[in-house]
């Protein structure tokens, strides 16, 4: 039986310093982001010691797949070994060349993943593990 939806409806990507991140995000994908509100309900000086930013992928909540933020928090830190991110390409290799330019270091460049199409593995700015995918 096939889903009515994907299971993912969010993404956060924790980051140490926001404008650097942002810059990194925008010339390796070659999209503009949008700084988000703070999310209602939550209590800054409660709920974080120092700032809580957002800064916003494009998306289209009403589309298959999902969208998500960069994220600058005292409450959650970027680090290597987490969660790994794919972001969905037209030729992964495209941005991935991107990579090393904007600040990241390439960790797998793009290979082949049979029938499922490739991939490749990188470092973000801020030491996040990130990959691309793509069918060609």
């Known amino acids: 039986m096939a889903a009515s939806r994907n299971p993912f409806g969010w993404t956060e990507i924790y980051v140490e310093d926001m404008a650097r991140a942002q810059k990194f995000y925008e010339t390796v994908l070659a999209v503009k982001m949008e700084a988000l509100p703070v999310p209602a309900g939550m209590d800054i000086e409660k709920d974080c010691e120092d700032s809580y930013e957002m800064v916003s992928f494009p998306g289209d909540m009403a589309a298959p797949g999902t969208s998500g933020a960069l994220v600058k928090s005292a409450m959650f830190k970027p680090g290597f070994g987490g969660t790994l991110v794919y972001f969905s390409c037209e030729d992964c290799a495209t941005e991935i060349s ?33 990959g691309f995918h793509s069918m060609k």
Request: hydrophobic fraction near 35%; proline fraction near 0%; charge should be negative.
């Open 98 to 130: 991107r990579v090393v330019s904007a600040g990241g270091k390439v960790l797998n460049d793009k290979m082949s993943i049979g029938e499922y199409g490739f991939c490749g593995v990188c470092m973000d700015s801020e030491g996040n593990a990130i």
